[in-house]
């Protein structure tokens, strides 16, 4: 089914306020800085210098905002806020079947990325998708229509069927809430991230890999896409057939549409 109805898992939602995005990336053991809009913030809030990333190493990763998406028809549900523009012409280096880690963070007194802080949610899916580029590259690449195919998704443990605990998503993985001392939360040193390997047959080329994280625990659900650019290298010669692929936006429908 190429739409999906979010209305069933919104049947708890009430009102959430938090933001975040992807941190790093680990792939094929080689790890990539994030991209985000904000990073200038970071050099007036005292985070200090050991926490601000090198603003000239270059990204992989779309540049993005940290606020959720909340229109699923918007441009924005494809690769974040105004992610489509042109990208510089790097890529991460992957074989087919490799493994890649996303790891998550969430801001903290206007600090973002704050190395040390790790994401804040636990209820909602994570998925991850493809797209292939034109070409030997994804720069300048604006991807739009029906070229996107899901790779890997995490929603509910096994024998879980309360999805108002936040034990019940596998997202709870990656979140911070580790413990309270009766002063404040404390959070893992780095979130561990979410890991999964690409197809082991997937065709060599240019791709964007595109994450997502639905946090069902708002209403309107809260969406935070987070794309990035692969060099997908091996033998392999599998692309998907056209009728499963899906568009951002597109995928989903709001209640009632």
């Not at 540049?63 to 105004?82: A, G, I, L, Q």
């Not at 510089?88 to 280096?93: G, K, L, M, N, Q």
């Not at 997937?202 to 969406?223: C, D, S, V």
């Amino acid at each position: 089914m190429k739409f999906q109805d979010i209305t069933s898992v919104l049947a708890f939602a009430g009102s959430a306020l938090a933001h975040g995005g992807i941190l790093s990336y680990t792939i094929d053991g080689k790890d990539y800085i994030s991209n985000p809009y904000h990073l200038s913030d970071m050099t007036t809030n005292g985070a200090g210098d050991a926490d601000i990333p090198d603003l000239t190493t270059p990204s992989i990763q779309r540049p993005y905002y940290w606020y959720p998406v909340e229109d699923v028809e918007s441009s924005n549900m494809t690769c974040n806020y105004n992610a489509i523009s042109n990208a510089p012409d790097f890529h991460a280096t992957v074989p087919a079947g490799g493994n890649i880690t996303a790891h998550w963070t969430s801001p903290e007194g206007g600090i973002f990325p704050y190395v040390g802080l790790s994401w804040r949610h636990s209820h909602g899916p994570m998925l991850a998708y493809l797209a292939r580029c034109p070409g030997d590259s994804c720069a300048n690449y604006k991807p739009e229509g029906a070229i996107w195919f899901k790779i890997a998704e995490a929603g509910m443990r096994p024998g879980e069927k309360d999805m108002t605990l936040n034990s019940a998503w596998w997202q709870s993985e990656i979140n911070g809430y580790a413990g309270y001392d009766g002063e404040g939360y404390h959070y893992p040193a780095y979130p561990e991230g979410w890991s999964f390997n690409l197809p082991k047959r997937l065709k060599k080329g240019a791709y964007l890999i595109r994450h997502e994280i639905i946090m069902t625990a708002a209403n309107p659900a809260q969406f935070y896409p987070n794309c990035a650019q692969l060099m997908v290298t091996g033998e392999g010669d599998k692309l998907p057939a056209a009728e499963v692929l899906v568009a951002f936006p597109g995928a989903y429908k709001a209640s009632g549409k």
